[in-house]
């Protein structure tokens, strides 16, 4: 992302109000490596599929930050769509909740650190577009992308390199060159695209289609890629999700911020 925002900078104003930008701008740093390194910690478990529904809470996270920062009210209907979408990840990842494991969850709840931090990195991943969206009023995009992905290379691997056991996860990953760069480019598509929405949708709005759609477009590469099955469970919750995001986008009313490049 770095390489790519560096470029774009050829084309930006380099308009900032570093005042205001600079406190809100690191606390977002920060934000985002602790939130990327705890991810990578549940990641190591082993046992992703029973707290990734965790994630899907996001949205309402994502509506209550919105709404106590940015003042951004959505009508009712879409609530409703975003619970849609929720419903729809639980009963996707059903499967991965039978009684002895709610039992267990439940019973360890307070001593699990997986669900703690999988935990913090909902309640992180809902509040970084906020804080996004108030840094875009005292920068451009393609600036705030550098300082951002910026900071994130200065700071990130030196947490990583200090850890033995991510040293020889981070070299075995460098192996599969064409993945970790295929793996870059959607990186820097994904946090630029978002950055460019934000000016444009509100940030519930925008998390809700993020969490709906990414989950529908999962179940579509896995069964043409990865010959994944396809049962009734599967297929009634896309049609709930599919459902939610329509209710989302039906009702979003679009936005045009004063824009600074």
Known sequence: ?????????????????????????????????????????????????IYIPMLSFTPFFSAIYSKLILNEELVFIQYIGMLFIVVGSLTLHSSQFNSQTKLSINYNYLNNK???????????????????????KYTGVYLHGFLQSCGMLLLFPLILLNSNKYKSTLMKKMDYDLIFFFIIILGFLTAFIQLMALQYVFVAELESLKRGIGIVLSLVFGYFIFKEEVNLKKIFSVIIIICGVNFIINFTKFTNLQIIM
């Open 1 to 49: 992302q770095f390489f790519f925002f560096s470029c774009l900078l050829v084309i930006s104003n380099l308009q900032i109000n570093l005042r205001a930008y600079f406190l809100l701008g690191l606390f977002l740093v920060i934000l985002n490596i602790l939130s990327l390194y705890l991810f990578l910690l549940v990641l190591k478990s082993g046992k992703i599929s």
């Open 114 to 136: 997986n669900i703690l931090y999988i935990l913090i990195v909902s309640l992180i991943w809902s509040l970084t577009p906020v804080l996004d969206k108030e840094c875009l």
